[in-house]
């Protein structure tokens, strides 16, 4: 199962465990349990305080238990194989089990062993999925760090009569006790939040006790980051205060015109941000929804930055990187059947329609990318663009093209998504020459039709917002409020790319520190607190 070196790096992870492990599995006759016996076999072989047994009495075979020698209430199951995007998952299941302690904070940690209750997890992934592994390793976290809560993480490729039965349609789905609590990656910070009716009340205490920064980013995408290392490397106290860290590029598969960078995927660069980020004195406040923006009375003073959870941040600068957001199509049909056959990530989802017809939404260069890949998986795939030709690159549309298992529609303007009432059916659209609706059959939809702006948010703040609804800057990356700067997708800078958002961050930035310098706090009261800060 392990080429020599996957094996050679295992054996350097399992140098850390600080206690025995024992992998206990439930296996049949089937082929992928021979495959979970050899995984199995070759990790117990690598280190003395492993051992393998095959006598589970689990009711999912193949599965395997993990948990720690001395106490079996730390554990966590897999029930499948946890390769390809998931084998990180599988290591570090291993060394927390064997006591090698957790990358979290120490009140996180706290904050799951204090939950008094039972809780019961099952949460389903596929291994092309790179948003499971960060709710899989938040499971895995809690499972092993409370007695009461068991988590059972499921390849769905392995369990597909029970994908169906379930009608998961998207991954990661998560359950608790049987009943759904998400679908979609959540971090084991935003799983306590659902648990936890009392979280968000905390978190705003913790946060109104902060005193103000001189300088404040909204967002942590490439701009955000970029913004938030450049302030911080001119030594102004610096916050981040941000949904999820690394924005949509955590969503984001293959990235391959970063210069310097010929291959990479969003969550391994995500992973590079967060990491470089942390070099500096940045404070950095994850699960953090902006509501409001009440700027400065006058120029020097501090702007406050309300959230939803109703905490207010103030800073003497702001900027503000909120990014963008899938467009949806806003047709009959979207929300209903969202997560039961409409969905916006075909690398995530893709695998569960497997040898079935779908549709992708959108000619562009996404909708041409989705679409080349889904016809690697499914059955037969449906792309259907508003325009009267394909706008994607001409490599691109070339390789759709040549695709035999790939249909073409162009002139073509959605209008439903139909279902029976639990999944998708079918399709809706109208013709834009003739004016005749046709309808198409089958399973899936994937939209692919742009991004929006997420700046509901500043709507009565004061900053200027062009008619799609993108914050107005100038070559600076000002806006019209002195002190707030803005940069990436959420702005009117031509081009969303990643390399440009964080060219802009960087400029923002600047142009921060340049008004700071030049601004001496307005009154004696924003001097005052700055002193304290």
């Given at each position: 199962m392990l080429d020599a070196n996957m094996q050679e790096q295992l054996k350097t992870y399992l140098a850390n465990l600080r206690e025995p492990i024992e992998l206990v599995a439930t296996l049949g006759d089937d082929a992928n349990s021979a495959k979970t016996r050899e995984l199995l076999e070759e990790i117990a072989a690598l280190d003395d305080k492993v051992t393998a047994a095959f006598d589970g009495t689990a009711s999912r075979a193949p599965s395997f238990l993990i948990r720690r020698a001395s106490d079996h209430d730390a554990s966590v199951t897999f029930a499948g194989l946890p390769m390809g995007h998931e084998f990180t998952s599988l290591v570090l299941a291993l060394l927390w089990a064997g006591g090698h302690p957790p990358k979290v904070e120490d009140d996180v940690l706290e904050q799951i062993r204090a939950f008094d209750g039972d809780f019961d997890f099952e949460m389903y992934f596929s291994l092309s999925c790179h948003n499971c592994p960060d709710v899989v390793q938040a499971l895995t976290l809690m499972s092993i760090n409370n007695p009461r809560i068991h988590a059972t993480l499921i390849e769905g490729g392995a369990y597909k009569d029970e994908v169906e039965s379930r009608e998961v349609m998207a991954v990661p789905a998560t359950y608790l006790n049987g009943e759904v609590l998400a679908n979609g990656k959540m971090s084991v910070e935003e799983i306590l939040a659902k648990l936890d009716t009392g979280a968000d009340a905390k978190a705003a205490e913790k946060l109104?006790?902060?005193?103000?920064?001189?300088?404040?980013?909204?967002?942590?995408?490439?701009?955000?980051?970029s913004a938030a290392i450049y302030t911080a490397r001119k030594g102004f106290r610096t916050g981040i205060a941000a949904e999820r860290f690394g924005g949509q590029v955590a969503d984001t598969m293959g990235i391959e015109n970063f210069p310097s960078v010929p291959y990479t995927e969003g969550p391994k660069m995500v992973a590079h941000l967060?990491?470089?980020?942390?070099?500096?004195?940045?404070?950095?406040?994850?699960?953090?929804?902006?509501?409001?923006?009440?700027?400065?009375?006058?120029?020097?003073?501090?702007?406050?930055?309300?959230?939803?959870?109703?905490?207010?941040?103030?800073?003497?600068?702001?900027?503000?990187?909120?990014?963008?957001?899938?467009?949806?199509?806003?047709?009959?049909?979207?929300?209903?059947?969202?997560?039961?056959?409409?969905?916006?990530?075909?690398?995530?989802?893709?695998?569960?329609?497997?040898?079935?017809?779908?549709?992708?939404?959108?000619?562009?260069?996404?909708?041409?990318?989705?679409?080349?890949?889904?016809?690697?998986?499914?059955?037969?795939?449906?792309?259907?663009?508003?325009?009267?030709?394909?706008?994607?690159?001409?490599?691109?549309?070339?390789?759709?093209?040549?695709?035999?298992?790939?249909?073409?529609?162009?002139?073509?303007?959605?209008?439903?998504?139909?279902?029976?009432?639990?999944?998708?059916?079918?399709?809706?659209?109208?013709?834009?020459?003739?004016?005749?609706?046709?309808?198409?059959?089958?399973?899936?939809?994937?939209?692919?039709?742009?991004?929006?702006?997420?700046?509901?948010?500043?709507?009565?703040?004061?900053?200027?917002?062009?008619?799609?609804?993108?914050?107005?800057?100038?070559?600076?990356?000002?806006?019209?409020?002195?002190?707030?700067?803005?940069?990436?997708?959420?702005?009117?800078?031509?081009?969303?790319?990643?390399?440009?958002?964080?060219?802009?961050?960087?400029?923002?930035?600047?142009?921060?520190?340049?008004?700071?310098?030049?601004?001496?706090?307005?009154?004696?009261?924003?001097?005052?607190?700055?002193?304290?800060?």
């Open positions: 109104d006790a902060k005193k103000p920064y001189e300088v404040l980013v909204i967002g942590s995408g490439p701009a955000g980051t967060e990491q470089h980020v942390g070099d500096y004195d940045i404070d950095v406040m994850n699960l953090q929804r902006a509501e409001a923006l009440i700027p400065a009375a006058q120029k020097g003073g501090m702007h406050e930055v309300r959230l939803a959870n109703g905490a207010s941040l103030k800073a003497r600068s702001l900027i503000l990187t909120t990014g963008a957001r899938w467009r949806q199509l806003g047709v009959p049909g979207e929300d209903t059947y969202k997560n039961k056959g409409v969905a916006y990530c075909p690398h995530c989802d893709g695998p569960l329609f497997k040898g079935k017809h779908v549709a992708v939404i959108g000619g562009g260069n996404s909708g041409v990318e989705a679409a080349i890949d889904l016809a690697n998986i499914v059955g037969h795939v449906t792309l259907v663009e508003f325009d009267t030709a394909l706008r994607a690159d001409e490599v691109l549309q070339a390789k759709l093209r040549s695709m035999s298992n790939v249909t073409i529609i162009t002139n073509a303007q959605t209008t439903e998504v139909t279902g029976d009432g639990s999944k998708v059916d079918g399709l809706v659209y109208q013709d834009r020459t003739s004016g005749e609706e046709k309808s198409v059959e089958l399973q899936g939809v994937f939209i692919q039709i742009g991004l929006v702006p997420n700046t509901e948010w500043l709507k009565n703040s004061g900053v200027e917002l062009s008619k799609h609804g993108e914050i107005v800057i100038d070559q600076r990356g000002g806006t019209n409020l002195p002190g707030v700067f803005a940069a990436g997708d959420a702005t009117t800078v031509p081009y969303k790319q990643i390399v440009v958002a964080m060219g802009e961050g960087s400029k923002a930035a600047l142009s921060a520190f340049d008004y700071i310098i030049r601004n001496a706090p307005a009154d004696e009261v924003a001097q005052a607190e700055m002193a304290d800060a």
